[in-house]
């Protein structure tokens, strides 16, 4: 009897998961999958290809939307840029989306990306004036002065070798970077030893996103609860945020009141709520700061913010350099006609529009985050395609595929070519490139990310040259985390 009613269950709910998740009901083309699969096994996503490889090859069969089943991720892609535009431009309609929402959630249950409405608005109001474009300039000596000290450990290897860590020494560099910006904190990312042990820990954290990527949220979160590998990593980071922390708060009230409107630990423990258990119990609109919880996810989610996605960005422009030594020419010919051939100086450095280029053409070329989602709050139809979504669908822009799409662009966007900005170019339509989002949950870090790009890039070409180490050792590729970093980079490092 008890078998027989085991074999029901299962039978009842293979038969759920089969018509909730693998039966499809739309006419927007799409490839058959397989049972639990999806499209997973025809994508190549497990033998190694990045998204931005898969949402080509989808489009290539099936046009600018379709459908696209990832194990348990279903998601709608749209790849025509008046919906594209149509989507973010209607936020009441095409809002946060709930996959990524639940899939970070488990990683950063408390941080602004996974947070929505009223709680959102709480947490933005306190860490949103800090990321300004005249709050950020106050960064320049401290970006500079972190370079020159990954500078000085390349200095010391000899001209012949080859460097193939460079995604790690630019992830090394960032943390460095954002540990003094955001928390006041060294981390002695580039002085210590080689293999930074919140570095690791960081890349082994992110490295477990895939994992969740494609399962079902609930069978995710049993994975993470009881891998010993996930409470290790866990606990090394949790060790860090509470040191940081406690430092703020050995801080007088009068020196963080002054440093709130400055330094996001600062801002952070200041808004900290003595009575957090009465806190709990308001309402959210009632809710003015944040509790200890909140704060420690808000480090979190910025320490990974401002770790992953910019380290990747300079490892590809690092790489797509040495691939084109006359752009590095014309990069150090500017920074010498506009006299900042030694003295890198803020006054100086909104007249390096050459340099600005090439960090567009950087992003443009190899967008570190792949996609935007959004999720459907009410049913809608696209006005261009006139395909009709309905409520809860979730919905994938590929950031690669437009800024590579040759419809929106008049010089080949296979070519990386910075000059596109100052001409055929200039004026391109904002849908096709957009590598921090769009809309009301645009990316906050944007204008810092710029920023630390065009300090660290012009600092790095004030004093070296990068040498293509090869076809092998630096044939870019793609490894598919969070963000999308090129899988070999080598390149030599000349001292001019
Ligand atoms: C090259 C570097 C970066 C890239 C390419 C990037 C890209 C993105 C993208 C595509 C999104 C989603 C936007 C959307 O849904 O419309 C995002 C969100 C976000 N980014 Fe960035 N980002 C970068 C650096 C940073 C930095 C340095 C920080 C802060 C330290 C940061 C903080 C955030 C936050 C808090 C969100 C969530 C915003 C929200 O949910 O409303 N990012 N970023």
């Known amino acids: 009897m008890f078998i027989i009613l085991t074999l029901v269950f299962v039978c009842l709910f293979i038969l759920y998961v089969k018509h909730k998740y693998f039966t499809s009901r739309r006419s927007i083309p799409s490839l058959p999958g397989h049972f639990l699969f999806g499209n997973l096994l025809q994508s190549g996503l497990l033998r190694g290809a990045s ?66 409405d009223a709680k959102f608005k709480r947490h933005a109001s306190i860490v949103m004036p800090l990321f300004r474009h005249g709050k950020i300039l106050s ?48 981390f002695d990312a580039l002085g210590g030893t080689e293999n930074n042990e919140l570095a690791q820990a960081l890349r082994n954290y992110l490295g477990m996103v895939e994992i969740g990527s494609y399962l079902p949220n609930f069978l995710f979160r049993a994975y993470m609860k009881f891998s010993p590998k996930y409470q290790r990593i866990q606990t090394t980071i949790k060790r860090y945020l509470y040191r940081m922390m406690e430092q703020e708060l050995t801080e007088t009230p009068e020196s963080r009141a002054q440093r709130k409107k400055t330094s996001l630990i600062a801002s952070l423990v200041a808004s900290l709520q003595t009575d957090e258990q009465a806190e709990e119990r308001k309402s959210e609109e009632e809710k003015k700061g944040l509790i200890r919880r909140e704060i420690l996810g808000e480090m979190l989610m910025f320490l990974i913010a401002g770790f992953e996605t910019t380290s990747t960005a300079l490892t590809w422009s690092i790489h797509l350099l040495s691939k084109h030594p006359e752009v590095q020419q014309k990069i150090k010919a500017e920074l010498t ?65 437009l800024s590579r799409d040759s419809r929106y662009w008049s010089i080949d966007p296979e070519l990386f070519y910075p000059e596109r900005f100052l001409g055929e170019d200039k004026n ?49 590729g793609h490894v598919q985390g969070l963000t999308v970093m090129p899988k070999y980079v080598g390149v030599k490092i000349k001292f001019d």
């Open 428 to 476: 391109h339509n904002p849908y096709a490139f957009f590598s921090f989002g769009s809309g009301h949950r645009q990316c906050i870090g944007q204008d810092l990310a710029r920023f630390e790009l065009k300090v660290i890039v012009a600092r790095l070409m004030q004093y070296v040259t990068f040498i293509d180490g090869g076809p092998e050792v630096n044939a870019g």
């Open 139 to 186: 960064n320049f000596d401290l970006i500079i002065n972190c370079t020159d000290e990954l500078l000085n450990n390349w200095r010391s290897s000899s001209s012949d070798q080859i460097h193939c860590d460079i995604l790690q020494q630019s992830q090394n560099l960032l943390l460095e970077i954002f540990g003094f910006i955001g928390f006041d904190y060294d």
């Open 51 to 116: 998204l931005p490889q898969v949402y080509t090859s989808f489009k290539n069969k099936l046009g600018d939307i379709y459908e696209i089943k990832l194990g348990f991720f279903h998601g709608i892609v749209v790849g025509n840029i008046d919906d594209v535009k149509y989507i973010f431009t209607h936020r009441h309609i095409y809002d946060q989306n709930d996959w990524s929402v639940e899939l970070l959630s488990v990683f950063i249950p408390d941080g602004l990306i996974t947070l929505k």
């Open 337 to 401: 006609k506009e006299n900042v051939h030694h003295d890198l100086i803020l006054d100086r450095f909104d007249s390096l529009i050459y340099l600005d280029c090439v960090i567009k053409e950087i992003l443009r070329f190899s967008p570190p985050v792949h996609a935007v989602a959004r999720t459907l709050t009410m049913n809608d139809r696209l006005p261009n395609s006139g395909i009709q979504l309905y409520k809860g669908d979730q919905i994938l822009v590929s950031l690669w595929t």
